[in-house]
């Protein structure tokens, strides 16, 4: 039997009371890469974030292959947004991703040998390795967001949630990161990623999630990828939505 | 208090066993002299301001460092441990932004610390302790409580909730003093700190703090590191964020409220912040910084109540902070990456760098207005196309030589420019940077050829021979600029260095006959 990596029901988050995203209801499928995409506020990173529990929940519930998350945390890689961290703190970039290994090592024990060429490797997957010794402060946003990315590979999940993972990211990084991607899907992992731009996220992507606020469309991209369902997705965003139904036209 | 080499000098001198050893080693009599005449001086002087002061200055020193004194072993003691908890702890105050956190937290002790006295009915460390530590929570979760339930934000409620208790700690504090027993009570040492005024009991306590800091930290340390860096992502992971979180939180809270009889509810705050800043100057890893912090929070602390002890029983607290605070100011100077002075010297170094690019550049286009015909530059044509008058042209050209890049000869009273390999090299370096800009600027990037210069007078100094390649190789390899001149190809620069033929017609890159 196939396991669901990830389920959720009637997911309903709140801040201070205040709702920012209801009733959810998603049902992933393995070796999928899934677009997240809406409008700012949307509430795109809550969710991840409700998912993982970092925010907590007021209704429904998660499952992350088949069991609550806390069980299968250990299967799970998250991508946080560039801006979540302080980039001055005092450390380095190996010392950033031998953190990926942190869920595994535990509590009390050591960072083994396996573990730092684990973190090696990931760095070099994502062509980070040059800078392993460099301190994090003297990194360029897109830099940053690569050895993020690397953090995750460590974690050696079979779920990943990635939140803006191309923010700040040049083109060409951006076409290699997807490579990579695309490669751990191949290999059975399931990959959520947050994403902003809307033509891009019809090509890469193959099943989309339209979010704001509630779940405004789950499926396959060619499927969700419409005009209807993204101007309800954005709607009321008029230039947005002009441009985006623009582009619509013009990638039929 | 003055700290004069003369006081000690003199009291070695009038030490009678010292100037007879001296004397039994045969030391030799001018020196014997001296010391005679320093004990007459100092003698004399001594009568006159006050024998006793002196001695006792010196005594004090002794018995500080010998720790003979229970007293001081108890104050030093004390300090040690203070240190290493607040440099400890101070360290993910700083990189948690939450200075102004510890500054509420230790403010907001103080009424805890009356109630504690006024219940015991003396000054007993435990009641104490119990008290300053529930006015802490109290202070936070009030601090929590604004935050959450009204949209003032965090700075704000710090702000109130630190004046607010501190005000009605004062008020208590008052009360205290007007007691019959008040004027013993000591609770007044509270708010500046005296380390001589450490209890045995106190001692244990800040001892314990320490040691639980030091050992939570080497055994969690991969916990508090990701908790403070990241700490969605350690939760995201399934590790116990939160309850670190606490665990920091309290520790805090324990280094705070046993430092007070020490350093005093003021300037807590400021023995948490200054080492760890300090040492956040000096490494970019967290586990050096817990290191260094702890060290300067160890030497200041036993600084201030060195001096404090100096100074029969100066209030504690501003002494340490004093001693942290010129610690701060040597690493905020001096430190190799952030440091003042080093900041300061690398400009210096650059802006001469440049200069010598712009001299190099100089002779360049002067040789190349010429047609390359001779190898050295007059130093009036230097001169003119620097626009300048000839002294400063001299005076450019002389540091260049320093470089050891260029030659200043005199042929036939004129001053001419000699550049070497290295610095024909280089010249051509800096033209060949200018030129690819201006031509990138002007074909990649669309800009009017009039409107590129004073960019690529910036830019060509800081250009790497990685980005030079990338621009060669996105331009095709050009020949010549936007204004029609020539651009030197790195290939070619260092294939007429390799071989110079004489008749070559000159791309600029022929080298001078030597
Ligand atoms: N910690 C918080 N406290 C209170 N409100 C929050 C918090 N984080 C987010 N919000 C609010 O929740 C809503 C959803 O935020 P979220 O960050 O999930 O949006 P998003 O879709 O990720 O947006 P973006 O594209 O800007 O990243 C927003 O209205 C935001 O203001
Ligand atoms: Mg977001």
């Given amino acids: 039997m196939q396991e669901v990596p990830l389920e959720t029901h009637d997911l309903t988050v709140a801040y201070d009371k205040r709702p920012v995203l209801y009733g959810v209801d998603v049902q992933v499928p393995e070796g999928k890469l899934v677009g997240i995409v809406g409008p700012n506020g949307a509430g795109k990173s809550t969710l991840i974030k409700a998912i993982m529990g970092i925010v907590p929940t007021t209704g429904g519930w998660v499952k992350v292959f088949g069991q609550s998350f806390a069980k299968n945390a250990s299967r799970v890689g998250y991508v946080p947004q560039r801006e979540s961290v302080d980039w001055d703190f005092p450390v380095n970039v190996m010392d950033v991703v031998l953190m990926g290994r942190y869920g595994r090592i535990g509590l009390m024990g050591r960072v083994s040998k396996a573990d730092k060429e684990i973190a090696a490797e990931s760095l070099d997957k994502v062509g980070m390795l040059p800078y392993a010794k460099r301190q994090i402060s003297n990194l360029s946003g897109g830099q940053q967001q690569r050895v993020f990315l690397a953090r995750a590979l460590a974690q050696e999940s079979d779920l990943y949630l990635m939140d803006e993972p191309f923010v700040g990211v040049d083109a060409s990084t951006e076409a290699a990161i997807i490579e990579l991607l695309r490669e751990l899907k191949n290999r059975g992992k399931t990959i959520l990623v947050v994403h902003h731009d809307l033509p891009t996220a019809q090509t890469y992507f193959d099943m989309l999630m339209l979010l704001n606020m509630r779940l405004v469309a789950f499926g396959p991209t060619e499927e969700v990828f419409t005009q209807e369902l993204l101007q309800k997705t954005y709607g009321g965003r008029l230039t947005i939505l002009s441009e985006v139904a623009n582009k619509v036209r013009e990638a039929k | 208090?003055?700290?004069?080499?003369?006081?000690?000098?003199?009291?070695?001198?009038?030490?009678?066993?010292?100037?007879?050893?001296?004397?039994?080693?045969?030391?030799?009599?001018?020196?014997?002299?001296?010391?005679?005449?320093?004990?007459?001086?100092?003698?004399?002087?001594?009568?006159?301001?006050?024998?006793?002061?002196?001695?006792?200055?010196?005594?004090?020193?002794?018995?500080?460092?010998?720790?003979?004194?229970?007293?001081?072993?108890?104050?030093?003691?004390?300090?040690?441990?203070?240190?290493?908890?607040?440099?400890?702890?101070?360290?993910?105050?700083?990189?948690?932004?939450?200075?102004?956190?510890?500054?509420?937290?230790?403010?907001?002790?103080?009424?805890?610390?009356?109630?504690?006295?006024?219940?015991?009915?003396?000054?007993?460390?435990?009641?104490?302790?119990?008290?300053?530590?529930?006015?802490?929570?109290?202070?936070?979760?009030?601090?929590?409580?604004?935050?959450?339930?009204?949209?003032?934000?965090?700075?704000?409620?710090?702000?109130?909730?630190?004046?607010?208790?501190?005000?009605?700690?004062?008020?208590?504090?008052?009360?205290?003093?007007?007691?019959?027993?008040?004027?013993?009570?000591?609770?007044?040492?509270?708010?500046?700190?005296?380390?001589?005024?450490?209890?045995?009991?106190?001692?244990?306590?800040?001892?314990?703090?320490?040691?639980?800091?030091?050992?939570?930290?080497?055994?969690?340390?991969?916990?508090?590191?990701?908790?403070?860096?990241?700490?969605?992502?350690?939760?995201?992971?399934?590790?116990?964020?939160?309850?670190?979180?606490?665990?920091?939180?309290?520790?805090?809270?324990?280094?705070?409220?046993?430092?007070?009889?020490?350093?005093?509810?003021?300037?807590?705050?400021?023995?948490?912040?200054?080492?760890?800043?300090?040492?956040?100057?000096?490494?970019?890893?967290?586990?050096?910084?817990?290191?260094?912090?702890?060290?300067?929070?160890?030497?200041?602390?036993?600084?201030?109540?060195?001096?404090?002890?100096?100074?029969?029983?100066?209030?504690?607290?501003?002494?340490?902070?004093?001693?942290?605070?010129?610690?701060?100011?040597?690493?905020?100077?001096?430190?190799?990456?952030?440091?003042?002075?080093?900041?300061?010297?690398?400009?210096?170094?650059?802006?001469?760098?440049?200069?010598?690019?712009?001299?190099?550049?100089?002779?360049?286009?002067?040789?190349?207005?010429?047609?390359?015909?001779?190898?050295?530059?007059?130093?009036?044509?230097?001169?003119?196309?620097?626009?300048?008058?000839?002294?400063?042209?001299?005076?450019?050209?002389?540091?260049?030589?320093?470089?050891?890049?260029?030659?200043?000869?005199?042929?036939?009273?004129?001053?001419?420019?000699?550049?070497n390999p290295d610095g024909w090299l280089k010249a051509c370096a800096v033209v060949r940077n200018h030129r690819l800009w201006e031509l990138y600027l002007t074909n990649q990037a669309e800009y009017e050829p009039d409107h590129v210069h004073d960019d690529a007078e910036v830019i060509e100094h800081v250009l790497g021979e990685e980005t030079v390649r990338r621009l060669e190789r996105l331009l095709d390899y050009p020949s010549e600029d936007p204004h029609g001149k020539l651009i030197p190809s790195l290939a070619d620069v260092q294939r007429s260095l390799t071989q110079v033929s004489p008749g070559e017609k000159a791309t600029g890159y022929r080298m001078p006959n030597q």
């Fill in chain 2, 1 to 419: 208090m003055k700290l004069d080499i003369g006081y000690v000098l003199r009291w070695w001198a009038r030490t009678s066993s010292f100037a007879k050893a001296t004397a039994d080693r045969g030391a030799p009599r001018g020196v014997l002299a001296v010391l005679m005449g320093l004990a007459f001086a100092a003698s004399a002087q001594g009568a006159r301001i006050g024998d006793m002061q002196e001695t006792v200055f010196v005594e004090q020193v002794w018995r500080f460092f010998t720790m003979k004194d229970a007293v001081v072993r108890t104050a030093l003691l004390g300090s040690v441990f203070l240190g290493i908890s607040c440099g400890l702890l101070g360290s993910f105050i700083v990189v948690r932004k939450l200075s102004l956190f510890g500054d509420t937290l230790s403010h907001a002790v103080l009424p805890g610390v009356a109630i504690g006295y006024l219940v015991a009915g003396q000054k007993d460390p435990v009641a104490i302790f119990i008290g300053a530590t529930v006015a802490g929570v109290l202070g936070t979760v009030m601090v929590n409580l604004i935050k959450k339930t009204t949209h003032i934000k965090e700075d704000s409620s710090l702000g109130m909730v630190l004046a607010g208790f501190y005000g009605i700690g004062i008020v208590l504090m008052n009360r205290i003093q007007k007691l019959p027993t008040g004027t013993q009570s000591g609770v007044d040492k509270f708010l500046f700190g005296q380390a001589a005024a450490l209890s045995s009991v106190e001692v244990w306590m800040i001892g314990g703090v320490a040691l639980a800091a030091v050992v939570l930290v080497l055994v969690f340390y991969r916990q508090f590191l990701i908790g403070s860096f990241d700490i969605g992502f350690a939760k995201a992971m399934g590790l116990p964020a939160g309850l670190f979180h606490y665990l920091l939180m309290m520790l805090l809270a324990f280094t705070v409220v046993v430092s007070l009889q020490a350093v005093g509810a003021v300037l807590v705050s400021a023995m948490l912040v200054i080492p760890a800043a300090s040492a956040y100057l000096l490494t970019e890893r967290m586990h050096r910084m817990l290191i260094l912090a702890s060290v300067f929070g160890i030497f200041s602390g036993v600084l201030g109540a060195f001096f404090s002890f100096l100074g029969n029983s100066l209030p504690t607290g501003p002494l340490m902070v004093l001693a942290a605070s010129s610690v701060f100011t040597l690493c905020f100077l001096f430190s190799p990456r952030h440091g003042l002075v080093s900041r300061w010297r690398k400009r210096r170094s650059r802006e001469a760098r440049i200069r010598n690019e712009n001299t190099l550049k100089a002779i360049y286009q002067v040789r190349e207005s010429h047609g390359f015909a001779g190898e050295g530059v007059k130093l009036t044509d230097l001169a003119e196309r620097m626009n300048e008058p000839a002294a400063d042209t001299r005076r450019r050209l002389a540091d260049l030589v320093a470089t050891g890049v260029c030659d200043l000869k005199e042929i036939e009273g004129k001053s001419f420019a000699f550049l």
